[in-house]
């Protein structure tokens, strides 16, 4: 299993609060990504790193920042927390290969009130 | 934009038997990649299953196969022998010819296996 952990695991936070979520990364991959997960919509990409200091917007990019100072760990920032942010964070990494194959790491619960 | 649609919210199946998960998505890109992924109750996303756009033949992972018919544009997943944990969400994803290398996800089908 690639080694991926996020934290905190579980959060629960109140509206308009800053929350900063870490994913850390053993495997030295390139590639790091932001998803969350809401039900019926699978998982959707908020940001994705392709190297330290290099990062980009996804599909549901708005109210959420990232950071990447160093290749292991990757950060997710809510600079003031909604109710519409409450979801279920995903990270996860890939490197070059044929595939580009992406692991996950174990998400994050995050409950804004 | 790419576009994945699972039409199957959920299925049932019988311990041993076999199951199809489907799966169609839409693309304007040559070279693209299917995956499926299965995320048991215990919320972990794991990768089962990789077809690439020109691969010749439909990729197999021990009980997994991919059913790929790109003139459908279809990448249906192949559950033989269904244990109990195969129990789960299974989600189909495409990566596009693009630098970003991220994910499109479907929603999702939950299968059920009966014993």
């Known amino acids: 299993d690639a080694g991926i952990t996020q934290s905190p695991r579980h959060k629960v936070t109140e509206t308009g609060t800053p929350v900063t979520l870490r994913c850390h990364q053993t495997e030295n991959h390139r590639y790091m990504y932001w998803y969350r997960q809401d039900p019926g919509h699978g998982l959707r990409l908020i940001h994705y790193s392709y190297g330290v200091k290099d990062t980009d917007k996804g599909e549901v990019s708005d109210g959420y920042s990232v950071s990447r100072s160093k290749t292991e760990d990757f950060l997710l920032t809510l600079e003031s927390a909604t109710s519409s942010q409450t979801s279920v964070y995903f990270c996860?990494?890939?490197?070059?290969?044929?595939?580009?194959?992406?692991?996950f790491g174990p998400g994050t619960r995050l409950t804004v009130l | 934009a790419q576009k994945i649609t699972q039409t199957q919210p959920g299925m049932f199946v019988q311990e041993k038997e076999a199951v199809t998960l489907d799966c169609t998505y839409d693309t304007s890109d040559q070279s693209y990649g299917l995956f499926w992924y299965k995320q048991p109750s215990s919320g972990e996303m794991i990768f089962l299953i990789y077809q690439g756009s020109y691969d010749e033949q439909n990729a197999t992972e021990g009980r997994y196969s991919l059913n790929f018919q790109k003139a459908r544009k279809s990448a249906n997943l192949v559950i033989s022998a269904s244990q109990l944990g195969d129990s789960a969400m299974y989600f189909c994803a495409m990566k596009g010819d693009t630098g970003r290398r991220a994910l499109t996800f479907g929603s999702g089908t939950r299968l059920q296996v009966q014993p």
């Open positions: 996860a990494i890939s490197d070059w290969g044929d595939t580009d194959t992406q692991y």
